[in-house]
C-alpha cells in the first residue's frame, strides 16, 4: 500500500512567488491534515481537510496562505508571495475517518526561499 | 490553548545507560503520540497511547502515560547509537478538533 505522498520533496522559491505543495493521502482516506515544522522545531498544525471541504484552519496564517483537497486529486497548500518566514518542512498527514483515527505523515516538503 | 512540553530538550547519553524523556500536557487528553525524527525525514510513529496507565514496548524503548497527570514518558534502555534522532510527543487537541498538538521534541544523541 502506497502511504501519503508528497512533492515535491524539495522547493526553493525567490521571495515574491507562489508556492504550491501537493499532498496524495494513503488510498481511501478523505481527511487530511497540513502541519508546518521550523527549523528546529515540533510540527504545528495548519489546516485539515475533507474532500472539498475545509474543516478547520484555525493554524493558517491570514493572509497569503491557502489550502484545498477538491474531489479528484491531491490536496494543495498554496503559499502566494512567499517570504524568507515560510522557509520550513511542511507535512501533509492522512486518516480514514478522522475523528481519533491515527494520521499517518508524509516525507514532507521542504520550502526554502532565498 | 492546550500545551505539550517536553524535557529535556537535549539529551547526549553513552551507549548503555538508560534515560527518560518527559512529556507534559496542559489540558485532559486521553490519547498521546511518540514520533521519531531524523535528520531531514519524516515521522515515524512509535507509539499510540490510549488510555490511562497503558505501557507499551518496542525494543529498547518503553512509552507510558498517566493521564491524570497529563504527563507520558519515553523510557530508553541500554541505549545504542542508532536511537539518535528527535522524539516528539503529541497529543489531541481536544474533543472539538482533530488536530494534533507536538511537544518542542526532544533531541537524543547517543555517543559509544
Known amino acids: 500500500n502506497a502511504g501519503v505522498m508528497q512533492n515535491p520533496r524539495h522547493l526553493v522559491r525567490r521571495r515574491g512567488q507562489e508556492a504550491r505543495l501537493r499532498c496524495s493521502p494513503v488510498?481511501?482516506?478523505?481527511?487530511v491534515y497540513w502541519y508546518r515544522q521550523l527549523p528546529e522545531e515540533g510540527l504545528k498544525f495548519m489546516v485539515y481537510?475533507?474532500?472539498?471541504?475545509?474543516?478547520?484552519e484555525s493554524g493558517m496564517p491570514k493572509e497569503r496562505f491557502s489550502a484545498e483537497f477538491p474531489k479528484e486529486g491531491p490536496s494543495i497548500l498554496r503559499i502566494q508571495q512567499v517570504v524568507r518566514g515560510d522557509s520550513a518542512a511542511y507535512f501533509c498527514?492522512?486518516?480514514?475517518?478522522?475523528?481519533?483515527?491515527?494520521?499517518?505523515f508524509g516525507p514532507g516538503t521542504r520550502l526554502t526561499v532565498t | 490553548e492546550l500545551k505539550v512540553e517536553q524535557n529535556p530538550l537535549f539529551l547526549s547519553m553513552q551507549e548503555g545507560k538508560n534515560y527518560t524523556i518527559y512529556c507534559n500536557y496542559s489540558t485532559t487528553s486521553d490519547r498521546l503520540y511518540w514520533y521519531r525524527q531524523d535528520p531531514g525525514k519524516s515521522l515515524e510513529s512509535l507509539f499510540v497511547?490510549?488510555?490511562?496507565?497503558a505501557v507499551k514496548q518496542e525494543g529498547r524503548l518503553m512509552a507510558s502515560l498517566d493521564t491524570k497527570a497529563r504527563l507520558s514518558t519515553l523510557h530508553i534502555t541500554a541505549a545504542v547509537h542508532d536511537l539518535s534522532a528527535t522524539y516528539f510527543c503529541a497529543v489531541d487537541g481536544g474533543w472539538n478538533t482533530d488536530k494534533l498538538i507536538f511537544g518542542t521534541g526532544t533531541r537524543l544523541q547517543v555517543f559509544p
Open positions: 481537510l475533507q474532500k472539498e471541504n475545509i474543516i478547520d
Open positions: 497511547l490510549l488510555s490511562n496507565g
Open positions: 488510498k481511501g482516506h478523505s481527511h
Open positions: 498527514a492522512s486518516s480514514p475517518r478522522g475523528g481519533r483515527d491515527e494520521q499517518y
